[in-house]
């Protein structure tokens, strides 16, 4: 039997990076998925994902200043530009169930720059926006847009680079754990490792059911519409902000990238599905829905181009696990609750650090899976961490 240092089930964004982290620190590691590389029955493809440090829990925030520093250090290293940053804005209705001030609160302990502004000031900035008088945003002049399909290739060649061995369209059907580690079985064979690192998303439960360790997930499709204003140099990154509406229903939107249309999207749309019977088509009432909100919010928007699909696989708080399974501690898990697209280069780091390790350089205690299976059990609580973009 082949026997490997770590192996990885998962080559999304978060495999991807934890592929790359441990090839790069010389470990012998195998990464599994089971589709092609860069298909688009998860979370990880298309073009464009929001990165930013303006979080309303510090834990968050704190994990978005490593990110920005591993995002800076992934671009030394494969010679590939992978962020653009435009600012960005917090739309925060005063009535809603969000508080501007958890916004500040936190930035202000990071000391992450930021701005407190009025509907008068945000209009006068960027005359694009209709703002109600009753919003109060936060903008972060750090937030910014990830390419996101560019990453996920970046990381998987730079990998390969390093030496890890990526097998594609290779099904993970389940994993023994005993003494030595875990005995990966896959559709074209079994393979050992000491390690496993589990970032399979919304496929997640399929390997650890079987082990008594499921982590409760509520999955959905979602959607994303690109609109073609009719002057979309009024969009452009330099006139116009990633922007995100945080409310009982939440939205958020991109300035143009890569061609003359404006991307946005509702976040956690509540179109529930298995991912094995999954549509792949787009909701006609969630469109319209998101065009009824961008007409009172963004005037000029424009006409609805296309409308593509990505899933969200969704802890029940939306916190992150990043964790070994109290059951089986060679076991790893990393879910990301459909917004730790930002976070990408960190959390393929930290799941690299636990799997070598022991332990991160970061304060992962957030992200237990244990924490995250009691919190569930008591009902979770709403949390503004939305947004992957």
Known sequence: MESFEVAVVGMGAI???????????????????????????????????????????TAYVRLAQSAYRDWADLERESGERLLTITGGVILIPIDGPYSATDFTVALNECGVEHELLSPA????????????ENVETVYTADTGIAHASRTVATLQMRARMHGAEIRDRTAVLSLTPDAEGVV??????????????VAADAWTNM?????????????????????????????????????????????????????????????????????????????????????????????????????????????????????????????????????????????????????????????LSEFDAADSMVRELAGGAASPFHTEG
């Not at 000031?121 to 109600?132: G, H, I, L, S």
């Not at 509540?270 to 009432?285: A, G, I, K, L, T």
């Open 15 to 57: 495999g991807s990076a934890t592929a790359y982290h441990l090839a790069r620190r010389g470990a012998k590691v195998v990464a599994f998925e089971q589709y092609e590389l860069g298909h688009v029955r998860g979370a990880s493809h298309d073009t464009s994902r929001i990165v930013r440090t303006s979080y309303g829990s």
């Open 207 to 363: 390997l650890l059911e079987p082990l008594d360790a499921a982590i409760p997930l509520d999955i959905m499709q979602e959607q994303v519409t690109y609109f073609h204003p009719a002057e979309p140099d009024q969009y452009d990154r330099a006139r116009f902000p990633v922007w995100i509406w945080e409310d009982d229903e939440c939205y958020y939107g991109f300035p143009t990238f890569g061609e003359p249309s404006i991307k946005a999207a509702r976040d956690v749309s509540e179109n529930r599905m298995n991912p094995e019977q999954r549509s792949f088509v787009p909701s006609p009432e969630l469109t319209a829905q998101l065009s009824e909100f961008m007409d009172g919010l963004i005037p000029g928007k424009g006409p609805e181009l296309r409308t593509v699909t990505c899933q969200y696989a969704l802890t029940k708080d939306r916190r992150f696990v990043l964790s070994a399974l109290p059951q089986h501690p060679d076991i790893i898990v990393g879910l990301a609750a459909g917004h730790g697209f930002k976070f990408t280069p960190t959390l393929g780091r930290v799941l690299a650090e636990l799997a070598l390790d022991g332990e991160s350089t970061d304060d």
């Open 184 to 197: 990966v079985h896959t559709a074209n064979g079994d393979i050992r490792a000491g390690k496993v690192v």
């Open 121 to 132: 000031e945000v209009q006068a900035r960027w005359p694009q926006f209709r703002v109600p």
